[in-house]
């Protein structure tokens, strides 16, 4: 099977198994974790931040941010596309009681003016606008780079507001590796951010939230409401740091297998490609339902997901080669035409 349909699907290699093996490990919950509290280390610093806590998902991450920022109540301002939006089953609803002001953007970022005209004004009979959320890169809209000087101006004019910003960063080191700048410059001074190990970087379990000390602290707490607080978890941030020392250039790789892929795609009949930023490619088919086409792609193993009637996502990753690109390309080619 050629594995197209996420970067997630990435299974540990030998060489992180075996620092797994070798982990050092505690009792996480009493932070008696040494390789958890390196991989936090490691991560706040990073992204030139206080602290960071280790949580089990991208997803836990996010709501934790959003738990912590939040009263009951409140309205978070996010992207209409964001993973946050549409992709963590109404968690800030039920968990924090915060109800979603969406923007609908063409790219996955919104300007400075559609934010301040969705920031509800200072009124003791309108619900509180307390929170804003971004995507980098973003998923749905094909793993699309933030631009960093928008992002910059957004914190800006937020923080002018007394608002924060958590950023949904599950694949900025993808971002950081596209344009070449250190993942503490594209965090921007935003107030938390979480990324993923468990996507594109490799690791089969995992996400760092980071921030301040205060927030970190609170977000301990709230990880461990959920059922986050894990107990020998050095295993798991063995591969994390493994991933962080190992896994960050190559991403480069993914990338241009993307950009050689889409272009491969482009030239079929019937299939539009924007050319990809990162990692992920949408393709538009004109005819064929999207459904049809990962029928029959499947069935020649090849796994892809449709992501709408006429739309595909194919995402590259650590364990697809060039070769396995060109022989889904050909696949893709035979599927189309029969
Ligand atoms: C995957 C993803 C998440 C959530 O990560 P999980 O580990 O699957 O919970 C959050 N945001 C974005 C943009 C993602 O792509």
């Known amino acids: 099977m050629i594995d197209l349909r996420s970067d997630t699907v990435t299974r540990p290699t030998t060489a992180m198994r075996r620092a797994m093996a070798a982990a050092e490990v505690g009792d996480d919950v009493f932070g008696e974790d040494p390789t958890v509290n390196r991989l936090q280390e490691v991560a706040a610093e990073r992204f030139g931040y206080e602290a960071a806590l280790f949580v089990p998902s991208g997803v836990m991450g996010n709501q934790i941010a959003i738990r912590v920022h939040t009263r009951p109540g409140d309205e978070i301002v996010l992207e209409a596309e964001s993973h946050i939006f549409n992709y963590e089953m109404a968690t800030m609803a039920s968990f924090s009681g915060v109800l979603a002001r969406p923007i609908s953007t063409e790219r996955g970022c919104f300007s400075v003016e559609q934010l301040q005209q969705t920031i509800r004004p200072k009124l003791y009979y309108l619900s509180r606008t307390a929170l804003v959320c971004l995507e980098n890169t973003h998923n749905m809209k094909g793993g699309t780079l933030f631009p960093l000087s928008l992002m910059s101006s957004l914190v800006e004019y937020a923080h002018a507001q007394g608002l924060p910003i958590h950023l949904d960063g599950a694949r900025i080191f993808n971002a950081s590796v596209a344009t070449a700048r250190p993942v503490n410059e594209l965090a921007c001074g935003v107030d938390s951010l979480m990324f993923c190990l468990s996507k594109g970087l490799g690791a089969p379990v995992g996400s760092l939230l980071v921030g301040s000390q205060a927030f970190i ?122």
């Not at 892929?261 to 990162?278: F, I, K, N, W, Y």
């Not at 490619?281 to 796994?303: F, K, N, P, S, Y």
């Open 217 to 338: 602290t609170e977000a301990r707490r709230v990880r461990k409401q959920l059922g986050g607080g894990m107990r020998q978890a050095g295993i798991l941030a063995a591969a994390g740091l493994y991933a962080l020392n190992h896994h960050v250039e190559r991403l480069a790789e993914d990338h241009e297998n993307a950009r050689w892929l889409a272009q491969r795609l482009a030239e079929l009949p019937g299939v539009q490609v924007t050319p990809p930023e990162t990692n992920i490619i949408i393709a538009r088919l004109a005819t064929m339902e999207a459904a049809e086409l990962t029928r029959r792609l499947q069935a020649r193993g090849v796994l892809l997901s449709p992501i709408g009637r006429k739309q595909l996502r194919l995402v590259t990753h650590l364990d697809v080669a060039r070769a396995d690109l060109e022989a889904a390309a050909q696949t893709i080619r035979e599927a189309l035409r029969m």
